[in-house]
Antibody, heavy 119, light 109 residues
Framework: QVQLQESGPGLVKPSETLSLTCNVS????????WIWIRQSPGKGLEWIGY???????NYNFSLKSRVTISVDTSKNQFSLKLSSVTAADTAVYYC?????????????WGQGTLVTVSS | QSVLTQPPSASGTPGQRVTISCSGS????????VNWYQQLPGTAPKLLIY???QRPSGVPDRFSGSKSGTSASLAISGLQSEDEADYYC???????????FGGGTKLTV
Protein backbone atom coordinates (compact mmCIF):
# COMPACT_ATOMS: atom_id res chain seq x y z
CA GLN A 1 0.00 0.00 0.00
CA VAL A 2 1.43 3.34 -1.04
CA GLN A 3 2.41 5.77 1.69
CA LEU A 4 3.14 9.47 1.35
CA GLN A 5 5.08 11.69 3.73
CA GLU A 6 5.52 15.45 3.50
CA SER A 7 8.63 17.21 4.71
CA GLY A 8 9.90 20.76 4.80
CA PRO A 9 10.15 23.89 6.94
CA GLY A 10 7.22 24.61 9.22
CA LEU A 11 7.90 28.34 9.23
CA VAL A 12 8.42 30.57 6.22
CA LYS A 13 8.90 34.33 6.16
CA PRO A 14 6.57 36.55 4.13
CA SER A 15 7.74 37.12 0.53
CA GLU A 16 9.95 34.02 0.63
CA THR A 17 9.42 30.68 -1.11
CA LEU A 18 7.70 27.75 0.55
CA SER A 19 9.32 24.43 -0.37
CA LEU A 20 7.93 21.00 0.48
CA THR A 21 8.80 17.49 -0.59
CA CYS A 22 6.61 14.40 -0.59
CA ASN A 23 8.27 11.02 -0.30
CA VAL A 24 6.37 8.14 -1.87
CA SER A 25 6.92 4.60 -0.59
CA UNK A 26 5.30 1.24 -1.09
CA UNK A 27 4.46 1.72 -4.73
CA UNK A 28 5.52 3.02 -8.11
CA UNK A 29 4.95 6.60 -9.20
CA UNK A 30 4.20 5.44 -12.73
CA UNK A 31 0.78 6.06 -14.23
CA UNK A 32 -0.42 8.29 -11.42
CA UNK A 33 -0.90 11.97 -10.80
CA TRP A 34 0.88 13.49 -7.80
CA ILE A 35 -1.07 16.18 -6.06
CA TRP A 36 -0.65 19.02 -3.60
CA ILE A 37 -3.69 20.17 -1.60
CA ARG A 38 -3.83 22.63 1.27
CA GLN A 39 -6.22 23.41 4.09
CA SER A 40 -6.14 26.76 5.84
CA PRO A 41 -6.79 26.66 9.60
CA GLY A 42 -10.42 25.88 10.20
CA LYS A 43 -11.20 26.04 6.51
CA GLY A 44 -11.87 23.70 3.61
CA LEU A 45 -9.64 22.00 1.07
CA GLU A 46 -7.95 23.72 -1.85
CA TRP A 47 -6.31 21.92 -4.75
CA ILE A 48 -2.94 23.46 -5.56
CA GLY A 49 -1.98 21.38 -8.57
CA TYR A 50 -0.64 18.14 -9.90
CA UNK A 51 2.24 16.63 -11.76
CA UNK A 52 1.84 13.48 -13.80
CA UNK A 53 4.62 10.93 -13.39
CA UNK A 54 5.85 11.84 -16.87
CA UNK A 55 6.27 15.47 -15.83
CA UNK A 56 3.22 17.29 -17.21
CA UNK A 57 1.66 19.73 -14.78
CA ASN A 58 -1.60 21.53 -14.08
CA TYR A 59 -2.01 24.23 -11.47
CA ASN A 60 -4.88 25.98 -9.73
CA PHE A 61 -5.52 29.10 -11.77
CA SER A 62 -5.51 31.30 -8.66
CA LEU A 63 -2.01 30.13 -7.68
CA LYS A 64 -0.53 29.43 -11.09
CA SER A 65 1.85 32.40 -11.16
CA ARG A 66 3.50 31.32 -7.89
CA VAL A 67 3.48 27.50 -8.02
CA THR A 68 5.95 24.98 -9.33
CA ILE A 69 5.54 21.23 -8.85
CA SER A 70 8.35 18.89 -9.89
CA VAL A 71 8.93 15.16 -9.72
CA ASP A 72 11.95 12.92 -9.32
CA THR A 73 10.79 9.38 -10.00
CA SER A 74 14.28 7.99 -9.38
CA LYS A 75 13.98 9.15 -5.78
CA ASN A 76 10.24 8.41 -5.54
CA GLN A 77 9.45 11.96 -4.55
CA PHE A 78 7.79 15.11 -5.79
CA SER A 79 8.04 18.69 -4.61
CA LEU A 80 6.11 21.92 -4.25
CA LYS A 81 7.45 25.44 -4.46
CA LEU A 82 5.18 28.38 -3.71
CA SER A 83 6.79 31.78 -4.11
CA SER A 84 6.07 35.19 -2.61
CA VAL A 85 4.12 33.75 0.29
CA THR A 86 1.89 35.79 2.58
CA ALA A 87 -0.02 35.00 5.76
CA ALA A 88 -2.86 33.77 3.55
CA ASP A 89 -0.66 30.82 2.55
CA THR A 90 -0.54 29.54 6.12
CA ALA A 91 -2.11 26.09 5.94
CA VAL A 92 -1.70 22.38 6.37
CA TYR A 93 -0.21 21.12 3.12
CA TYR A 94 -1.07 17.61 2.00
CA CYS A 95 0.46 15.56 -0.74
CA UNK A 96 -1.74 12.94 -2.35
CA UNK A 97 -1.88 10.42 -5.17
CA UNK A 98 -4.38 11.07 -7.91
CA UNK A 99 -6.05 8.50 -10.12
CA UNK A 100 -8.78 8.71 -12.70
CA UNK A 101 -8.93 10.47 -16.05
CA UNK A 102 -7.36 13.71 -14.78
CA UNK A 103 -6.08 12.60 -11.42
CA UNK A 104 -9.21 13.92 -9.81
CA UNK A 105 -9.60 11.01 -7.36
CA UNK A 106 -7.25 11.41 -4.41
CA UNK A 107 -6.91 7.85 -3.21
CA UNK A 108 -3.93 8.14 -0.87
CA TRP A 109 -2.89 11.08 1.30
CA GLY A 110 0.07 12.09 3.39
CA GLN A 111 -0.52 13.06 7.00
CA GLY A 112 -0.08 16.74 6.18
CA THR A 113 2.40 19.34 7.36
CA LEU A 114 1.57 22.71 8.85
CA VAL A 115 3.34 25.64 7.24
CA THR A 116 3.08 28.99 8.96
CA VAL A 117 3.98 32.19 7.16
CA SER A 118 5.26 34.71 9.66
CA SER A 119 8.22 36.98 10.23
CA GLN B 1 -16.65 30.69 -1.09
CA SER B 2 -16.46 27.12 -2.37
CA VAL B 3 -17.49 26.16 -5.90
CA LEU B 4 -19.54 23.22 -4.60
CA THR B 5 -22.13 23.93 -1.92
CA GLN B 6 -22.58 21.75 1.14
CA PRO B 7 -24.50 22.39 4.36
CA PRO B 8 -22.01 23.41 7.05
CA SER B 9 -23.37 20.93 9.56
CA ALA B 10 -25.45 17.79 9.94
CA SER B 11 -26.33 15.64 12.90
CA GLY B 12 -27.92 12.36 13.85
CA THR B 13 -28.18 9.83 16.63
CA PRO B 14 -26.56 6.38 16.62
CA GLY B 15 -28.33 4.00 14.27
CA GLN B 16 -29.99 6.75 12.26
CA ARG B 17 -29.54 7.48 8.56
CA VAL B 18 -28.24 10.89 7.52
CA THR B 19 -27.66 12.44 4.13
CA ILE B 20 -25.30 15.23 3.12
CA SER B 21 -25.96 17.17 -0.04
CA CYS B 22 -23.54 18.71 -2.51
CA SER B 23 -24.72 21.15 -5.14
CA GLY B 24 -22.74 22.27 -8.17
CA SER B 25 -23.21 23.26 -11.78
CA UNK B 26 -23.09 21.92 -15.31
CA UNK B 27 -19.33 22.45 -15.49
CA UNK B 28 -18.55 20.22 -12.52
CA UNK B 29 -21.08 17.80 -11.03
CA UNK B 30 -23.27 18.04 -14.10
CA UNK B 31 -20.57 16.60 -16.34
CA UNK B 32 -18.08 14.80 -14.10
CA UNK B 33 -18.12 12.13 -11.40
CA VAL B 34 -18.27 13.11 -7.73
CA ASN B 35 -15.95 11.94 -4.99
CA TRP B 36 -16.46 12.15 -1.25
CA TYR B 37 -13.78 12.44 1.44
CA GLN B 38 -14.00 11.85 5.18
CA GLN B 39 -11.74 13.83 7.51
CA LEU B 40 -11.68 12.56 11.06
CA PRO B 41 -10.59 15.11 13.68
CA GLY B 42 -6.89 15.88 13.45
CA THR B 43 -6.25 13.59 10.51
CA ALA B 44 -5.82 13.79 6.76
CA PRO B 45 -8.84 13.34 4.51
CA LYS B 46 -9.57 9.83 3.27
CA LEU B 47 -11.32 8.78 0.06
CA LEU B 48 -14.78 7.55 1.00
CA ILE B 49 -16.72 7.37 -2.27
CA TYR B 50 -15.44 7.74 -5.85
CA UNK B 51 -17.14 7.92 -9.23
CA UNK B 52 -20.45 8.97 -7.62
CA UNK B 53 -21.21 5.70 -5.86
CA GLN B 54 -18.16 3.43 -5.66
CA ARG B 55 -16.60 2.47 -2.35
CA PRO B 56 -12.86 1.87 -2.05
CA SER B 57 -11.84 -1.36 -0.43
CA GLY B 58 -12.34 -1.21 3.32
CA VAL B 59 -15.11 1.41 3.35
CA PRO B 60 -18.23 -0.03 5.01
CA ASP B 61 -21.36 -0.38 2.90
CA ARG B 62 -23.12 1.91 5.38
CA PHE B 63 -21.69 4.69 3.20
CA SER B 64 -23.29 5.28 -0.18
CA GLY B 65 -23.24 7.99 -2.79
CA SER B 66 -25.57 9.14 -5.53
CA LYS B 67 -25.75 11.83 -8.17
CA SER B 68 -28.55 13.44 -10.10
CA GLY B 69 -28.06 16.32 -12.50
CA THR B 70 -25.91 18.96 -10.82
CA SER B 71 -26.30 17.61 -7.28
CA ALA B 72 -24.89 14.70 -5.33
CA SER B 73 -25.56 13.13 -1.97
CA LEU B 74 -23.70 11.07 0.58
CA ALA B 75 -25.81 8.80 2.77
CA ILE B 76 -24.66 7.20 5.98
CA SER B 77 -26.88 4.53 7.46
CA GLY B 78 -26.57 2.89 10.87
CA LEU B 79 -24.80 5.99 12.15
CA GLN B 80 -21.94 5.31 14.57
CA SER B 81 -20.03 7.63 16.89
CA GLU B 82 -16.86 7.07 14.88
CA ASP B 83 -18.57 8.61 11.85
CA GLU B 84 -18.25 12.02 13.50
CA ALA B 85 -16.07 13.87 11.02
CA ASP B 86 -15.97 16.49 8.29
CA TYR B 87 -17.18 15.33 4.89
CA TYR B 88 -16.16 16.95 1.61
CA CYS B 89 -17.49 16.47 -1.89
CA UNK B 90 -15.30 17.10 -4.91
CA UNK B 91 -15.52 17.01 -8.68
CA UNK B 92 -13.50 18.09 -11.70
CA UNK B 93 -14.56 21.45 -13.06
CA UNK B 94 -14.27 21.80 -16.83
CA UNK B 95 -14.34 25.61 -16.73
CA UNK B 96 -11.62 25.89 -14.11
CA UNK B 97 -9.68 22.92 -15.53
CA UNK B 98 -9.12 21.47 -12.09
CA UNK B 99 -10.89 19.72 -9.22
CA UNK B 100 -13.07 21.73 -6.87
CA PHE B 101 -14.28 20.97 -3.37
CA GLY B 102 -17.33 21.69 -1.32
CA GLY B 103 -16.88 23.69 1.85
CA GLY B 104 -17.31 20.60 4.00
CA THR B 105 -20.05 19.34 6.30
CA LYS B 106 -19.34 18.70 9.95
CA LEU B 107 -21.27 15.63 11.05
CA THR B 108 -22.12 15.35 14.74
CA VAL B 109 -23.28 12.04 16.13
Amino acid sequence: QVQLQESGPGLVKPSETLSLTCNVSGGSMSSYYWIWIRQSPGKGLEWIGYIYYSGSTNYNFSLKSRVTISVDTSKNQFSLKLSSVTAADTAVYYCARGSGYSGETFDSWGQGTLVTVSS
Amino acid sequence: QSVLTQPPSASGTPGQRVTISCSGSSSNIGSNPVNWYQQLPGTAPKLLIYSNNQRPSGVPDRFSGSKSGTSASLAISGLQSEDEADYYCAAWDDSLDGPVFGGGTKLTV
